[in-house]
Structures are given as structure tokens and as C-alpha cells.
């Protein structure tokens, strides 16, 4: 039982006078007495500690206890991850026990996370792998540091106290406990009722006997990453708790599972999140209280996302040649929310509130709750998303379109032929023609195709169907582009297939002996753009290029590769596009509705952040391959060709964001072009591509109807049918700041932040775009602490549940290639990836900045689940076992250096460590359950994924072990990114300064 400060006080009062006095020499007492009173002085000492300690503690969580447990692997005491710096004991087991962990209080109702981060270089609390010494990362080399416990520090350590860290200034440490964890008193928002307990308690000074020196340095301890919020813990919670049972969308403002949740999704009148996530599903009534939070108000919209095949894709409803029912006044489309009013002769909008006629052939008679009686017949009166047959009205010229066509451009370039890339690809073409998108149970594809070979200059093929062999035609005057046929370029598949087939065995031999070197880009899209404007129809150019577009043309482009500019104010040009020629190419592009995949085989600088410009506004894709070698790379580019060739296209799409009276969309991120700020113009949308929307308040709300969202996509089918789909999800909206941070979403939030901050560095230096993440991410937080949460010590760092995992993502953004890179990244390559984030969805960038770890031996061999995950961190690893890691773009397998002989030969079939090949892409085919178990697990990750996962084998101590450590982003990385640690630390500071 732990002593109650009335028990310490008793023991004080029995103490004798001389004890108040350690100075007096020690032969003023017998031995005896002197031993009894050191005793008794301990046991004062002990009782006060003790009593402090139960009164401070340094973990505070309103929410689910397990949430803050990690699932980890253990580490041998021996090798390179578990040995002890030399000269130093093993930490305490925790089996010995953590004083201020009060184990019973784990099940305490949730709301709000707390921990107390030590000062860098300060008191630090032991890990499992010995402990860390000021600034050195996880698994890493020392670094050089002002040693804080070298000298002796002050009597104590009072509130306010600054210790420097690797981060600068930290906050200090107000308690020497263990981590301890305990819920708030009341269980709920807002301030506790009653005393509250004296937090912020700073060290007492320690008795001394003999001498009137100061208390001596406590010994360097760390925080142990067990005790700060989880995201592997989180994710299993969701999944354990909301993956059961289906997500009704009838409710209003409801938080969806997460994104790593598997759920059914059943659609009640609200969009499902596959295609709608918000970062809050609770909007501030006020623009004052919205700006006071600092919570972006977004919404992530994937308007044609694909669905499991459990459930429906959305209706299409037909209403003959007066179209969709919509409003008078705003043009919203008829939806769920709308309120029909005397009899059903009339309904009121419930964006603008305008009361409209309804037409005699839409009318129905309403039931006493004054709902219709047709309701649950009409989809577009009781689902969320859904589609409307367009009219004429809706068409370009008042014509409907025709079905659209796919071109694709092949480079035949001397890199292009030596490569092998221009065999392998028309190779695959043959059979890949096959597999064109079709509409529902159209037995072939409506889509018509054309060909077009080029290096410096375009050669045109006339497949038509009545020829015997094909036709090329050579354009050489790429200054003013042409198209030098019409008949026969376009062509329907099986109507022209010899002809075809014919065509792509030529091309190989044609171009084998070309010496041609130079390319031309923008004149290849005129070209295709032309077509496209000929045939009077939409469609995709697929265009296969590998060099850096030098020759005499439009668009022609320098090397301008540069690393000298990073971290400059001049480091934004090396995202940005070197001429405006792409631009004005891409704006033409989407009038025509011409979209563009690009498919990029550099051996060197080719200036992706010039080349991805029209791409990126017509709603295309970048694929891009460095060095690629057949043998190596093939299964790679082919699937992502197949997915990317078969997946379904909108196009000559435009879509509008309309919301209710009070907020209104302010901002639209994605790869899409915008000629006014309302309608997102789309060449082409697939179902991978999202765009994200942030809304700003232009009136006060009300807090019981809430706030609505409408997102219309009109857009052309694979067979050419026009369509308007439609999703509706409607939000609360609260006067209390505690509402809103009980109903955010830390996945969409980081989505939002990682595009706002991706677009940011094309007109600012990266340092100040990371700088307004970290201080806007400390706003949030700071608001949170100041209204939301119980007064407690400032020594405490206090999260909303919802939003624990805010610091260890949104760190994960800041120590990206983009905004921090490392030495081995190129300038090609982190404008690659800064377009690729722009478009992805809240999963994709989930995984994307926190790669998932898998560890391989742990689950039984003859399970069919995806093994637990541990978190990405070294410390996570044990090398006796092996590890998949994958980001959604990469796939690595870690294989430890003491991994048993046996799983060796039967997943590598070599006799040992040593015989593996490093760097190995494909595994061996061996029939036994621990290889099918791994090739299996291979195959269901890349299926998750919308892009292949070429796979990396990757030994320990190994040279690539460098690039599979860039992956574990819960450490420091070696560009100079700060750990997890570190950065709650300075997350920490950084909420401190803004409160005082």
C-alpha cells in the first residue's frame, strides 16, 4: 500500500532534532542510534518520493489503454541490435516493475492521450535494447552532444527550466517516474471538478550526510517508445472494434472506420468513405472557433473508386429527356436531404433553401412523417452516391460523344531499342488489346486504337482494317504539327487485328539499327491531341519515353539537374516547369479532353518535374522506371501497364463541389486543370485518383441541420455514354471545441497536410513549408490542451484520442524525400514522387509515410492472415527473423543475419545466410508451406496496391541495408530527420511556448 503524505509526516515528527542537521560529525551519536537514523531518514525519503510519484502521473490517456502498448519483437541481449553500449548494465527488465504504472486503471472510458516527453540529453527511461546517450538515434552511431549529466545541475529543476537536445530547446522533465499511464478523473471533456492533484512536482533535493555539495546528476535514462502512442496498436484496435460489423451511412457525421479497416459499407443516404473522408466530420459553427482550432477543413473525394464486390455500385437512374431534377437556384441535384413540402407539389432545396416545383411527372404523394411514399424506390431520394443518364444538354455541342480512343507513342530511340523496352512492349500489346475497358456486359471494348512511332521525328500507321500490311507515314516537321491521316488511324480491335498484329511485330525490326539518340516530347502529345480533335471524340495518349527531350523542337528542354539548389531559396525552380510550353500544352489537352500516361525509362536526368506537367493537369498518371533492364524490371512495368491499360476511365469529365449555406470550397488539390474557381476540368479520371477540397466558413452554421456536401462528376463512359454521378454526405456541426476534436480523422488530416505541403514547396524554400506543418500541427494541439482537456502539469504533453497519432505521421511527412532529402535522392525523383502524392488517396498516403513491417516467423506457418505488423522502427527488429516491409511503391525483405539454416534453404533454397543473394527481386518457386506462406503474403500486398511492388532482398549488414532503413521513419533518419522521440519532444516545446 503506497504511504499517504499524513503517514510521511508521521514519520518526520519521530525523527530526532540532530537528524535536521547532517552536518554534525558523526560522533555526536552511538553507531547504533546513527544506523536507526540514516534508516529512518530513507524511509522519509522513500514515503515522500513514493507519494509524489502516485500523485504525478507522466502518461494521461482518456482513451482506449491498449492503444498506447506496441506490439513489438523481442531482442536478443547479443549482435547488433540487442548489445549494450560497453561499460554499461543492461536496463531494468520490466518485469521488475514500473512504479507509476497503475495497471488497474486500463480500462478506462476514452477521450484524451498525455505523456510527459523527457528533455533530450536529459533523464530518459529505459528501452529494451540499453540505453541511448544524449542525441543518438535509434540503432544508431553516438552523436557528438553536450553531455547534460556531466556536471552537477542545479538543487532542482523547477518548472520552466531549458534543457537543449539534438531539436534545440526542450521542455523540461517535471517527473522521474516510469511511464505511468492514468484516465482523467472525470471521464469526460472540459475542466475536472474537485482538487486537482499537484502534477508538476520538480526533484527534492537529497539528503546528505557529511558534506554541503549539491545532489548528484540522476543517470541518463530514455523514453520508452512503448509508452508513446502506437500506430500499429491503433490500427488493431479499429480493426478489432469496427471491423465486425457493417458501417451504416444513415447517421449524420459519423467517423468512418479507418482506412487499414476492413468494413462492409452499407449506404443509407450518406456516400460511402471509399469515396468521401473528411479531416472532421464535426465542422465549428463559427469561422472564429475554426480559426482558434486550426483544423483544415477538408474533404478527400474519390469519385470513381472501385468497390469490393460485396458491395453495389452506385444506381443509374434515367429520367428521360428532362434529365436529373435539380434546383433552380444553386443546381444542386436532387438527393435525400431535399424536403418536400405541401403534399409533394414543391420541395425546398436544402443547399440554398430555394423552394422549387416539382415537375407532374416527378410528383408523389408524401407519408405522414412528409417523406414520400416512392422514397426507398427513387436511389437518388435514399442512397448517398448515385448516377443520373445525361441529356443532350450535358453534352459538348450539344452532340452526344462519341465512344473514346487510345493512342499509344512509342519512343524507338536508340536507348529505347538497346533496352529491350520496344520489343517487350509490343509484345504485350498483342494480347493487352484484349483486355480494354468495357461498359457492364458489353461483350467487346467501344474503345478505338491508334499508333504512333517517334525519336526526333513522329512516324503515323494506317491499320486499317482492308489493308494487307501497314501503312507508316513520316511527319518531320515537328514545329507545326499535323496528323497525316484520318481514315484508318483510329481503328476498332478486332476489325483491324491482323493488321495490327502485323504492325507490332515490325516495329522492333523496323528500328533495330537506329543510331537516333535525340527526342522530341511536346509535338508527340499535338500530335495525339490533333488525332483525338479529328475524330471528334475523348482519350488517353500512353506514351512510352525515355530521354531528355533535346532535339530542335517545341518543348525542348536543357539540363538544368542541380543539387547545389537544395536547401536555397532557388531549391522551388527544381520543382517547377522549365518552360510554359507544357502548360499551354495541357490547358488544350483537357478543352479536347485528351489525357496523358506517361511511362518514363530514364537512364539519366530527364526532368520529370517539366515532363509530368501534362500529365498531371489532364488527370493522367507517371510511371517512371530508372535504368530499366528487361530482365530485371519487366514484370514490374508490365503490370502496372495491364492495370493502368485495363482499369475504367471517365472522361472529358468536369466536377463541381457544392455545400451548404455557411462554408463553401475554397481550395482543390489533385491532378486535374481549372480554368475558374468552381469546376474541376478532368481530361480523364480513374478510380485511383482523388480530389481533395478545403472548405472555408462564409456564414455562421447551425448546429441542428448541420452542413451538406454535394460532389457531381459529369463525365464520358468507355462506351461513350454521358453521366452525371453523384455523392451526398452530410456533416454535424458543433459550438463546442471538444465536439470537433472528438470527431476528426488523423489519416485525412495528414492526406490534406502532405498536398498543402507538396504544393508549397513550388513557390516556397522547403524549410519554410516544413516549419508551417510544425507550427500549425502545434496549434491544433495547443488548442486542444488549452480548451478541451483537464488542467494538468505543463510537464505533460496531452493528445486527443482521435489524434494521437498526429506528431508520429505528420513527422513522417516532414522526413519525406520532398521536404527533406537525402543524399542518394534525386532531383527527378522527389519531383516524382511530390506529383504522385498530389492525386493519391487517404490509404495510399497511410502507408506511403508509414510503411508497413511485417514480421515473417512470428504467426504460424499454416495461417492464411496477414501477420500482426510491429512498428518501423530498428529497434522492432530481431535478427533471427525476417521482415516485409512495404510502402505502397516498395516491397523489401529483411532477412536477419541469425535467421535458423532451416528457413533459409526453404525459403531461398541455399544451405546459408551467406549464399543468399543481396539485392534478389524474385523468389525461388519451392513447394513447401514456408515458401508459399511468403510468395503468398508477396502476392496479397501488391494486389492491395495500385501500383506493382518490385521486391528488394535486403541482408542484414548488408550495403542496401542503408536504403531499407530510409523506410523506418520511427528513427532518425540519415538526412537528418528527427525519431518519433525526439520529435514529440520538440512537438512538446513547441505547444509550451504557444500557451504561455
Known amino acids: 500500500m503506497e504511504p499517504t503524505m499524513a503517514q510521511y509526516q508521521a514519520i ?29 531518514l530513507h524511509m522519509a525519503s522513500l514515503a515522500k518520493e513514493m507519494y509524489r510519484m502516485a500523485q504525478a502521473p507522466l502518461f494521461r490517456c482518456k482513451g482506449p489503454p491498449t492503444s498506447l502498448a506496441s506490439a513489438s519483437g523481442s531482442f536478443p541481449n547479443s549482435g547488433l541490435y540487442g548489445s549494450y553500449p560497453q561499460g554499461q548494465a543492461p536496463p531494468l527488465s520490466q518485469a521488475q516493475g514500473h512504479p507509476g504504472i497503475q495497471t488497474s486503471q486500463r480500462s478506462a472510458p476514452s477521450q484524451a492521450s498525455g505523456f510527459t516527453p523527457p528533455a533530450s540529453g536529459g533523464p530518459r527511461l529505459p528501452s529494451m535494447t540499453g540505453p541511448l546517450l544524449p542525441g543518438q538515434s535509434f540503432g544508431g552511431p553516438s552523436v557528438s552532444q553536450p553531455n547534460h549529466v556531466s556536471s552537477p545541475p542545479p538543487q532542482t529543476l523547477p518548472p520552466g527550466t531549458q534543457m537543449t537536445g539534438p531539436l534545440g530547446p526542450l521542455p523540461p522533465m517535471h517527473s522521474p517516474q516510469q511511464p505511468g499511464y492514468q484516465p482523467q478523473q472525470n471521464g469526460s471533456f472540459g475542466p475536472a471538478r474537485g482538487p486537482q492533484p499537484n502534477y508538476g512536482s520538480p526533484y527534492p533535493a537529497a539528503p546528505t550526510f557529511g558534506s554541503q555539495s549539491g545532489p548528484q546528476p540522476l543517470p541518463p535514462k530514455r523514453l520508452d517508445p512503448d509508452a508513446i502512442p502506437s500506430p500499429i496498436q491503433v490500427i488493431e484496435d479499429d480493426r478489432n472494434n469496427r471491423g465486425t460489423e457493417p458501417f451504416v451511412t444513415g447517421v449524420r457525421g459519423q467517423v468512418p472506420p479507418l482506412v487499414t479497416t476492413n468494413f462492409l459499407v452499407k449506404d443509407q443516404g450518406n456516400a460511402s468513405p471509399r469515396y468521401i473522408r473528411c479531416t472532421s466530420y464535426n465542422i465549428p459553427c463559427t469561422s472564429d472557433m475554426a480559426k482558434q482550432a486550426q483544423v483544415p477543413l477538408a474533404a478527400v473525394i474519390k469519385p470513381l473508386a472501385s468497390l469490393p464486390p460485396e458491395e453495389a455500385s452506385p444506381y443509374v437512374v434515367d429520367h428521360g429527356e428532362s434529365g436529373p431534377l435539380r434546383c433552380n437556384r444553386c443546381k444542386a441535384y436532387m438527393c435525400p436531404f431535399m424536403q418536400f413540402i405541401e403534399g409533394g407539389r414543391r420541395f425546398q432545396c436544402c443547399f440554398c433553401s430555394c423552394i422549387n416545383d416539382v415537375p407532374p411527372q416527378y410528383f408523389q404523394h408524401l407519408d405522414h412523417t412528409g417523406k414520400r411514399v416512392d422514397a426507398y424506390d427513387r436511389p437518388e431520394l435514399s442512397l448517398g452516391s448515385y448516377e443520373f443518364l445525361a441529356t443532350v444538354d450535358y453534352c459538348k455541342n450539344n452532340k452526344f460523344p462519341s465512344p473514346p480512343a487510345f493512342i499509344f ?3 524507338v530511340s536508340y536507348n529505347a531499342i538497346r533496352t529491350g523496352l520496344v520489343r517487350l512492349l509490343c509484345e504485350e500489346l498483342k494480347s493487352l488489346l484484349d483486355f480494354l475497358p468495357r461498359e457492364g456486359g458489353a461483350e467487346e471494348s467501344a474503345i478505338r486504337v491508334g499508333f504512333v512511332t517517334y525519336n526526333k521525328v513522329l512516324h503515323f500507321y494506317n491499320v486499317k482494317s482492308s489493308l494487307a500490311q501497314p501503312q507508316m507515314m513520316v511527319v518531320s516537321d515537328v514545329a507545326d504539327m499535323f496528323v497525316p491521316l484520318l481514315d484508318g488511324f483510329l481503328v476498332n480491335i478486332n476489325e483491324s487485328r491482323a493488321v495490327i498484329t502485323s504492325l507490332l511485330d515490325q516495329i522492333p525490326e523496323m528500328f533495330a539499327d537506329t543510331r537516333e539518340t535525340e527526342t522530341v516530347f511536346v509535338p508527340v502529345i499535338q500530335a495525339g491531341m490533333e488525332a483525338l480533335k479529328a475524330a471528334e471524340c475523348a482519350g488517353k495518349l500512353f506514351l512510352f519515353h525515355t530521354s531528355l527531350p533535346i532535339a530542335e523542337a517545341p518543348g525542348k528542354l536543357k539540363n538544368r539537374d542541380d543539387r547545389k539548389l537544395i536547401n536555397t531559396d532557388k531549391e522551388k525552380t527544381l520543382f517547377q516547369p522549365q518552360t510554359g510550353a507544357y502548360q499551354t500544352l495541357a490547358k488544350e489537352c483537357v478543352a479536347q479532353g485528351c489525357c496523358v500516361d506517361l511511362f518514363l525509362f530514364p537512364n539519366q536526368y530527364v526532368d520529370v518535374a517539366t515532363l509530368s506537367v501534362v500529365p498531371q493537369l489532364t488527370g493522367g498518371s507517371v510511371y517512371k522506371y530508372a535504368c530499366f533492364q528487361v530482365e530485371n524490371d519487366q514484370e514490374r512495368f508490365l503490370s502496372d501497364l495491364r492495370r493502368d491499360v485495363q482499369k475504367v476511365v471517365g472522361f472529358d469529365a468536369v466536377m463541381r463541389v457544392r455545400t451548404s449555406t455557411g462554408i463553401r470550397a475554397v481550395d482543390f488539390f489533385g491532378a486535374f486543370y481549372m480554368s475558374n474557381t468552381t469546376d474541376v476540368e478532368l481530361a480523364g479520371l480513374d478510380g485511383d485518383k482523388t480530389v481533395t477540397v478545403e472548405f472555408k466558413h462564409d456564414d455562421r452554421l447551425n448546429e441542428e441541420s448541420g452542413a451538406l456536401l454535394q460532389c457531381a462528376l459529369l463525365y464520358t463512359s468507355c462506351a461513350g455514354q454521358r453521366r452525371l454521378r453523384i455523392h451526398n454526405l452530410a456533416l454535424n456541426c458543433c459550438t463546442q471545441l471538444a465536439d470537433l476534436y472528438r470527431n476528426c480523422e488523423t489519416d485525412t488530416l495528414i492526406n490534406y497536410m502532405a498536398k498543402f505541403a507538396y504544393r508549397g514547396v513550388l513557390n516556397s524554400p522547403v524549410k519554410a513549408v516544413r516549419d508551417t506543418l510544425i507550427t500549425q500541427c502545434a496549434q491544433i494541439l495547443a488548442c486542444y490542451r488549452k480548451n478541451c482537456a483537464s488542467p494538468s502539469s505543463a510537464g505533460q504533453l496531452i493528445l486527443p484520442e482521435c489524434m494521437k497519432l498526429l506528431p508520429v505521421y505528420l513527422n513522417c511527412v516532414l522526413k519525406s524525400d520532398v521536404l527533406q532529402p537525402g543524399a542518394e535522392i534525386t532531383t527527378d525523383d522527389r519531383a516524382y514522387v511530390r506529383q504522385l502524392v498530389t492525386s493519391m488517396d487517404v490509404a495510399e498516403t497511410n502507408v506511403f509515410f508509414y510503411p508497413r513491417l511485417l514480421p515473417l516467423t512470428k504467426s504460424p506457418i499454416e495461417s492464411t492472415t496477414e501477420p500482426p505488423a510491429v512498428r518501423a522502427s530498428e ?91 530510409h523506410f523506418l521513419v520511427e528513427d532518425k533518419s540519415l538526412s537528418g530527420g528527427a525519431s518519433y522521440v525526439d520529435f514529440l519532444c520538440h512537438m512538446h516545446k513547441e505547444i509550451r511556448q504557444l500557451l504561455s
Open 12 to 40: 518526520s515528527k519521530h525523527l530526532p532534532k540532530v537528524c535536521q542537521e547532517p552536518h554534525l560529525p558523526r560522533g555526536h551519536l552511538q553507531p547504533q542510534q546513527h544506523r536507526l537514523l540514516v534508516a529512518r
Open 409 to 411: 507513342m512509342i519512343d
Open 875 to 965: 529497434e522492432r527488429l530481431s535478427n533471427g527473423d525476417m521482415y516485409l516491409l512495404e510502402n505502397g511503391l516498395n516491397l523489401f525483405l529483411w532477412v536477419g543475419a541469425s535467421v535458423q539454416q532451416g528457413v533459409v534453404q526453404s525459403l531461398f533454397s541455399v544451405s546459408s545466410f551467406s549464399q543468399i543473394t543481396s539485392g534478389l527481386s524474385v523468389l525461388p518457386v519451392l513447394d513447401n508451406p514456408l515458401s508459399k506462406k511468403v510468395r503468398g503474403l508477396i502476392d496479397s500486398l501488391r494486389a492491395q496496391r495500385s501500383r506493382y511492388m518490385k521486391l528488394i532482398v535486403v541482408k542484414q549488414e548488408d550495403k542496401l541495408e542503408m536504403l531499407f532503413k
